[in-house]
């Protein structure tokens, strides 16, 4: 099944009210909270890295970066870098690259999340294509995702 039908899947079957939406293709999450006309702070950025050999799936607001020093700390690793993509395009096949969700839950990922993406009511992301997203409640994306909220990142 591709992303966007196992997303919608996944929030029907939790109860879980969402709206998607079509666009102009973007590639960054900035870009894309751009063409959505939504503050960058609610568009979640998904940036992949490896923490003391593992994968881990990190999201922040779409103006933010990692600051790895900072994420080694929150995520009590040793070593933390970026993932190249060639280490993590295999996880998440049913999804174009650079456009998974912050669903990490659905692909046997650890998800961690920046405060300043928890601060809004509501966030956006992209789900598997570079013309698709998501929008929907934080509490409910809290609710299923289970994330560990550590701080990772700063505004650029």
């Not at 999450?29 to 609610?42: D, F």
Request: glycine share 8%; proline share 8%.
């Amino acid at each position: 099944m591709e992303c966007r039908g196992k997303l919608e899947s996944y929030l029907r079957s939790n109860g879980v009210p969402f709206e998607v939406r079509h666009h102009p293709q973007a590639f960054t999450a900035q870009e894309l909270s751009e063409r959505e006309h939504v503050p960058g702070k609610t568009h979640a950025k998904v940036v992949m890295v490896i923490a003391d050999g593992k994968m881990v799936m990190l999201a922040l607001p779409a103006p933010w970066r990692v600051d790895l020093e900072r994420a080694r700390g929150a995520l009590g690793a040793g070593e933390v870098r970026l993932a190249r993509e060639d280490e993590f395009v295999a996880a998440f096949p049913d999804c174009e690259l650079g456009a998974m969700p912050p669903f990490g839950n659905l692909y046997r990922l650890p998800v961690y999340v920046d405060p300043a993406l928890a601060e809004d009511d509501t966030i956006h992301f992209p789900v598997g294509t570079h013309t698709d997203s998501m929008s929907l409640k934080y509490r409910d994306f809290a609710r299923l995702v289970e994330p560990t909220v550590a701080a990772f990142g700063h505004h650029v």
